[in-house]
């Protein structure tokens, strides 16, 4: 069946660097989302993959490896505005698209 | 400005009410999405529209309706129907179907007491 798997929340220290993975079992595969929420708002873009490899932008970096079914956001030089929640989407063949329940990361001072 | 604005951003109804949920963009997008969102939980699609005059049930329909009048317009209707109304609604819309970015309203947070 489809299934996304995230951890349910992580904490990192200020000016650190860490890792979220999402990994998926789907129906096909058409591209992974990541996007950032902050509490009580909306979703916001993050990035795209939807060939292997990595994505860098800026602060944030994207890794696909779909032959593993396995995707990384990766946080650089955090800062205590990225105290938000990280939800990886998957999107499947027929173009419908499965949400993971998100990680709450906790950025501490 | 362009974006999607949803209306109110808090709604408080009594149980055995329909309440009808706003939902404007002026992207000038062709599909449009109803999500609700409970702690714990990822979202969960409600319909969608991929074009204006059509829209096709998701996930959790049962209890919800939508129209597709106009191409900014996407409003939900949560019926007494819907056995647990009380969630956090977000509504989205995209260029193209899925493939795409999706770009968020702010949501509106539905309590039915």
């Known amino acids: 069946g489809q299934n996304i798997d995230q951890p349910t929340e992580m904490t990192a220290t200020e000016g650190a660097i860490v890792q979220i993975n999402c990994t998926y079992q789907?129906?096909?595969?058409?591209?992974l989302f990541w996007y950032q929420q902050h509490a009580g708002e909306a979703p916001t873009f993050l990035s795209y993959?939807?060939l292997d490899g990595l994505e860098e932008k800026g602060r944030f970096s994207s890794f696909l490896s779909r032959s593993k079914g396995y995707s990384y956001l990766l946080l650089k030089e955090l800062q205590m505005k990225d105290s938000a929640s990280y939800l990886c989407?998957?999107?499947?063949?027929?173009?419908?698209?499965?949400w993971g329940a998100g990680t709450k990361l906790i950025i501490k001072p | 400005d362009g974006g999607i604005t949803q209306s109110p951003k808090y709604l408080f109804r009594k149980e055995g009410q329909n309440v009808t949920l706003s939902c404007e963009q002026n992207l000038n997008h062709d599909a449009m999405y109803w999500y609700r969102q409970d702690p714990g939980q990822g979202l969960r699609l409600i319909y969608y529209s991929q074009i204006v005059n059509d829209f096709q049930k998701g996930d959790i329909a049962e209890g919800y309706s939508v129209s597709r009048e106009k191409k900014e317009s996407f409003p939900l209707t949560v019926t007494s129907a819907q056995k647990n109304p009380t969630a956090f609604y977000l509504c989205a819309s995209s260029q193209g179907f899925y493939s795409y970015e999706q770009y968020f309203g702010p949501g509106t947070r539905l309590t039915v007491t």
């Open positions: 993959n939807v």
């Open positions: 989407a998957v999107t499947e063949s027929n173009y419908q698209l499965i």
């Open positions: 789907t129906s096909g595969f058409n591209g």
